[in-house]
């Protein structure tokens, strides 16, 4: 299988994309190995777009440090007064410049702490600024150093207290500043270890042992330098990674919304995680199933669709091209959904991970969407041939009605007579069966063009009425329901007359003889969009007919063309509007419906005087 290579070339890719980011992350915090090879930093920040400038902020992660060590300086001051008390309690008495420099700098710790005007100016900042080093680290080298020099006689130690300051110079503040920092430290211990020699005796050992503190003093500075400086390149291709995942994630998300076909994503538990607005609209017979996530076991008419993903998570495997669902509906309407289920393929970490929740994708498709389409596929050079062949139809055919009518005005014998007018229906029966041909011939689109559709249809259907001989009228087989006032829409007015007639004689071959039983109704869905029904009280069209009705050439009549359906559908097209059948309820009294959905056109249609 090809998943293994694929899986290791995104991995490789991926590989390359960090490693990209930390390069270009470099400037945001310098290396001091990097620097020994003779790089500058400064440079280096200014050379990189989108590096933050010298002082600029650093991440999250620096700023916990920042409030860490303001909570250890606090806790580092409260320990220390309580030591001087513990002393004092035992019955020594501390040097009184010793309990305050000890009080004073608790107090200023718990102040800096809490205050929180001046953490967030520590925060806000890139390196620690001049006062703001002076308030923390400053602080602690003077009050430290000062402890240290007046403890260095008694053999109490406070130069351990000293590497907290070295290590945060050498976390939050530039180079130069943390090696001074250090060096600062380390002569102000080589100072002591001096000065604490006795007299005549020999200060090679208090100085070996406080050159040795500073030479960690600086090692400590190095470490915590060059590894805050990666915790920031860290924290810098982290927050890159996840703005391109994001972004990724954003883009998955529209291009799912805007798909024709339906996405549900469901888990194991047949709960739905995710569904697009078009899975939302095949799951109900009107509007919009509920947003992700919701239960797919919530309602019973999903119930196929629950057997289907069921059997598809048992056995893990799913035809490529698909099945048919059938999802039933309240009062006998159905939809039958073509189904793909994809998985999401997932591995354990290491061998003590445990694997991750298996998820399935379910693409929806309407089967009678995926079924126009494929026609329309199949039509798309069966058009143009078939109105070629039309055209050259024409001229011989006008030559045979010639001859014909030349017959006719001679006398002729029954039998003769007869067959004449047998070549001359069916002339007539081909002249019309071109005619549809060439209507539905590829061209020019035309242009979209505002009519008034209440005042065409009303024209056009009492003109079909005198030519079908029906009286218009309470008591007449055809009722209309036309808007009062006029209602503009995009269509052509003989090509809306060419769709009107088609489903007027569509429904008066399958209609009763009974008052009403066709039924014309116009009317306004919303702003953008009319509605145009045409319904009968016939016996409801078969399934097996029905998914055959907009097909060309298809007819259940032996004399019929099977091309006013077809023809309905691509003038439709041509405008931007939309036709369909759809089965009423077994209860209404008018079983069929044929929906034309036009565009409605916001300027009024022009006026003929």
Known sequence: MSAGPDRRQGDRRGGERRRGERRNAEALRPSWFGAAAGASVLGLEAALPGAPAAGGPRGDALLRVQRSYAAARAAIGVALV?????????GLRPPLLLVFVVVAYA?????????????????????????QWLATIGVDLLAFGTLQALESGTGFNFAALLVLPVLMAGVLTPRLLALGTASAVALLLLALAWQSAPDGGDPALPLARAGLAGIGLFAITLLAGELAGRLVREEFAARESLELARQQAQLNRLVIQEMADGVLVVDGSLRVRAANPAARGLLVAQGLAPSAPFDLQARPNWQPLVQ?????????RWPDAGRDVTLPFDEGYTRTVRLRVRFTRGD?????????????????????????????EKL??????????????????????????????????????????????NVERLRRLVDDVMEIAPGTPPAPRSIDAAAELGAATAEWARTAGLALGAGSRLRL??????????????????????????????????????FLRLAARDEDHAVLSVLSDGAPIAPEVERHLFEPFFSTRSRGSGLGLYICRELCERYGASIEYRPRPGAERLRNEFLVVLRRAHEPPPTHL
Request: glycine share 6%; charged share 20%.
């Open 82 to 90: 309580l030591g001087q008390g513990a002393v004092s309690l035992a």
């Open 107 to 131: 107090v200023q710790a718990i102040v800096f702490w809490l205050l929180p005007g001046k953490r967030r100016a520590a925060e806000e900042g890139g390196w620690l600024q001049r006062r």
């Open 308 to 316: 289907a993903v069921s059997q598809a998570l048992a056995e893990q």
């Open 348 to 376: 354990a970490l290491d061998d003590g991970a445990s694997a991750p929740e298996q998820l399935c994708v379910l693409l929806l498709e309407d089967v009678r969407t995926a079924l126009a389409r494929l026609q329309q």
């Open 380 to 425: 798309a050079a069966m058009g143009r041939v078939s109105a070629g062949i039309a055209h050259e139809i024409r001229n011989p055919l006008a030559a045979i009605a010639q001859a014909n009518a030349l017959l006719l005005e001679d006398p002729l014998t029954a039998p003769q007579a007869q067959l004449a007018r047998i070549v001359g229906d």
């Open 481 to 518: 329901e036309l808007p009062e006032q006029p209602l503009a829409v995009f269509f052509d007015p003989e090509h809306l007359r060419r769709v009107l007639v088609n489903l007027l004689d569509n429904a008066q071959r399958h209609a009763s003889e009974q008052r009403g039983a066709i």
